[in-house]
């Protein structure tokens, strides 16, 4: 696993850290997609916040997109990894995972997806103010994925179907070079991609960003077995990265270096920006809104052929750690927007489409 050279020099240098040594601390392997909407984790053991907890969490490098990493939860090289959109294909293919809080995302409302982009290249002509331009258009999408559901959005919200365009299967660090080599006309992509393509492809341009088309999915996700047995360990877990967040939220160009050191080529320019995006929708909670978004997002994928049935959201989405969380620790969350008293919920909940 990597990082663990860095967390153990790290500890040496927090106060306290003698003591720390002393006790017994709490192993756990996770992982994360190369976003910079992940990278809550990768602070969360910078500043010691795990250590603070009792954990010693080792951290995977960084997945090209949620299915690799969801791969390396099946095979047991992780306990819990941070995925969205991947998590509803691997449900319906008989994975039993339950998703235990989120790590990007909106518990407040229902629409939000800041942290996506559609990025098109010179002469394309696709427009933003009129997105049926998309007709015809070759567009990079990773197929699964939150930029694959984001693509399926906007074609619906501008009346053309998955027919009318070619969609075409591809990881996002390999965008940048396909919109460079004019392989395709546009891609979707999570940041830092977008925002690195604008900079390194002479002539692309951002057609449109976020606009609430799609409730983001981004949530921390493991095997049911394993939470089943490990619920005090995630609590502790959820509160050390809800405290990541905070931090992240209220020091966004120091989160932003921390992303650097973590996504593969990040420069500190990129990440500064995608940073202003990413605090917009680092929410950590669980409300009725999560629910919905992923019902939505099953939905879309099924009525589009892209998933051959549905299942129950409520049999995969666990919210009593997140909750326990944010009743011993309101303070964590008190610089978010206040939950709808409509969309609060407690352990036991019933989502009802």
Do not use: C
């Amino acid at each position: 696993m990597r990082r663990l050279a860095f967390a153990l020099a790290l500890a040496l240098s927090l106060p306290g850290a003698a003591n720390a040594q002393d006790d017994d601390l709490v192993e756990l392997n996770a992982g994360m997609v190369s976003g910079i909407d992940q990278i809550g984790l990768a602070i969360a053991l910078e500043q010691g916040f795990f250590e603070k907890q009792g954990l010693e969490v080792n951290i995977a490098n960084p997945y090209a997109t949620g299915v690799d990493a969801l791969n390396a939860l099946q095979a047991g090289e992780i306990d819990t990894v941070q995925v969205g959109v991947p998590m509803i294909g691997a449900v319906v293919r008989g994975m039993d995972l339950v998703a235990l809080g989120n790590y990007s995302g909106n518990a407040a409302q229902l629409g939000s997806d800041t942290t996506v982009a559609l990025i098109a290249r010179d002469g394309s002509g696709i427009s933003g103010d009129d997105l049926s331009t998309l007709e015809g258009k070759r567009i990079a999408a990773s197929f699964g994925t939150i930029n694959h559901l984001y693509i399926l959005a906007l074609l619906e919200s501008a009346g053309l179907t998955v027919d009318d365009v070619q969609l075409v299967n591809t990881p996002p660090p390999d965008m940048t070079v396909a919109l460079l080599a004019g392989g395709i006309d546009a891609f979707v992509g999570w940041d830092p991609w977008p925002i690195v393509a604008q900079k390194d492809v002479p002539g692309a341009y951002q057609v449109v960003r976020g606009g609430n088309h799609i409730s983001y999915l981004g949530f921390n996700v493991a095997m049911r077995d394993w939470a089943a047995e490990n619920g005090e360990t995630i609590e502790k877990f959820l509160a050390a990265v809800s405290e990541a967040d905070k931090w992240m939220r209220a020091n966004p160009s120091e989160a932003a270096q921390v992303a650097t050191r973590w996504i593969p080529g990040l420069n500190a320019e990129v990440a500064e920006e995608a940073m202003r995006y990413n605090v917009q929708q680092a929410d950590r909670r669980l409300s009725a809104n999560n629910y919905n978004a992923l019902w939505s997002a099953v939905d879309r994928l099924n009525r589009l052929g892209f998933i051959d049935k549905t299942f129950d959201v409520n049999a995969h989405i666990e919210p009593a750690p997140i909750l326990k969380v944010m009743e011993t620790h309101p303070d964590l969350f008190s610089d978010l927007a206040e939950i709808p008293q409509e969309a609060r919920i407690t352990e036991g909940y019933e989502f009802q489409p």
